[in-house]
């Protein structure tokens, strides 16, 4: 069974930062693709940040030269750091990861729980 787990969330002020990590566990052969997205209360789920197994990222225009997204393939981690926070970056943010379970042919997409980010003063 595989599981991705968020971290990180809370509260902080304007202007602030924090790093969200997503550790992916279980019985995982491989892994390729990960993002991370965030859901606003009332809104749709939208894509934040994508990383490729070899290191490419892709951003939302909205948070370019804020976040940034990385991967520890060891560790089978996903992290975004996020500074100069806004109110509008308040969210539940959730891990997205391709994943090859071991023996399987296919590949499938998981998601986390989430997490909460609120940024307010």
């Known amino acids: 069974q595989v599981q991705l787990v968020e971290s990180g969330g809370g509260l902080v002020q304007p202007g602030g930062s924090l790093r969200l990590s997503c550790a992916a566990s279980g019985s995982i052969s491989s892994i390729n693709n990960m993002d991370w997205y965030r859901q606003a209360q009332g809104k749709e789920r939208e894509l934040v940040a994508h990383?490729?197994?070899?290191?490419?990222?892709n951003y939302a225009d909205s948070v370019k030269g804020r976040f940034t997204i990385s991967r520890d393939n060891a560790k089978k981690t996903l992290y975004l750091q996020m500074n100069s926070l806004r109110p509008e970056d308040t969210a539940v943010y959730y891990c997205?990861?391709?994943?090859?379970?071991?023996?399987?042919?296919?590949?499938?997409?998981?998601w986390g729980k989430g997490t909460l980010v609120t940024v307010s003063s």
């Open positions: 997205s990861a391709q994943i090859r379970e071991i023996r399987a042919t296919l590949w499938g997409t998981y």
């Open positions: 990383i490729t197994s070899g290191g490419i990222t």
